[in-house]
């Protein structure tokens, strides 16, 4: 049995050096055509695996990842300010949580928040996650060239524990991707009651297909139109989060793993 998580390193060349592209795909590629079964986190990553790699759809099986959903939650937690205020971070500011990647449009959202911030000049942009860019110092060079100096901040990664504090303090938070293998930030935001932007081509497509804060295009312009919707309306924000918590109920890590022991069981019949 294998896990193939994503697909980047087929679908976004240009994002890795060609020999680690290489040594990727060749890899995935053996496996996936060797193995009894391939598992995938996403029916649509599996859709991409079964087309590129041309596996039989009954060697398919998709086991969704789960959250937290004790840590990951709305209500706020006593230490939750000092975990931020520790970090530098102040109210209020938008949140993009995860490696800073080329596909992950750093530069779009950053224009994005340029945009933003014209009409709201208080806010701030945290950016926490490791910024692992082919070209790290581009992400200072765009922060520069939009004058947002002193309005984004990125502590680079940040432990487990300051997660769900950081999430539960923004008003927003931001998750737009070329392509991604599940998108759990997107889930973690959302079970800690708090809104996201977000791209389409993520597990919430699955769980949630009508899901009202898509971006209709993965452009700064999309994404700027997008977070105004969701801060414009906080009615119809807060009733979008009441059926995200319903939602949710069901994707914990318990989900999960009787997902992937059923899987085991059909890879390895008695």
């Known amino acids: 049995m294998v896990v193939l998580h994503d697909l980047s390193f087929e679908l976004l060349p240009e994002d890795f050096p060609p020999r680690e592209r290489w040594r990727r795909r060749l890899l995935a590629r053996h496996a996936a055509r060797r193995a009894d079964r391939v598992l995938t986190d996403t029916a649509h990553v599996a859709g991409l695996v079964r087309a590129r790699y041309r596996v039989p759809a009954e060697r398919l099986g998709v086991v969704p990842l789960g959250i937290d959903l004790q840590d990951f939650r709305a209500q706020p937690r006593a230490g939750d300010e000092g975990l931020r205020a520790a970090l530098g971070v102040r109210t209020p500011y938008l949140l993009w ?112 297909p009508d899901y009202p804060f898509r971006c209709r295009e993965v452009s700064a312009a999309g994404i700027l139109a997008t977070a105004r919707e969701v801060l414009a309306d906080r009615g119809r924000t807060e009733a979008m989060l009441a059926r995200a918590a319903r939602l949710l109920e069901r994707q914990d890590w318990e989900a999960s793993s009787r997902r992937l022991v059923a899987e085991l069981r059909r890879a390895v019949p008695e």
């Open 97 to 208: 949580l995860g490696t800073v990647l080329e596909r992950r449009l750093p530069k779009e959202v950053l224009e994005a928040f340029a945009g933003l911030r014209s009409e709201r000049p208080e806010l701030q942009l945290v950016i926490a996650g490791a910024n692992r860019m082919r070209e790290p110092q581009r992400l200072q060079g765009w922060i520069a060239e939009l004058g947002l100096q002193g309005a984004v901040l990125a502590p680079g990664w940040v432990g487990e524990a300051s997660l769900a504090p950081l999430y539960r303090g923004a008003e927003l938070g931001v998750y737009v991707s070329r392509h991604e293998g599940f998108g759990i930030p997107p889930l973690e935001c959302l079970a800690c009651g708090t809104p996201v932007v977000v791209s389409s081509g993520l597990a919430l497509d699955e769980l949630w």
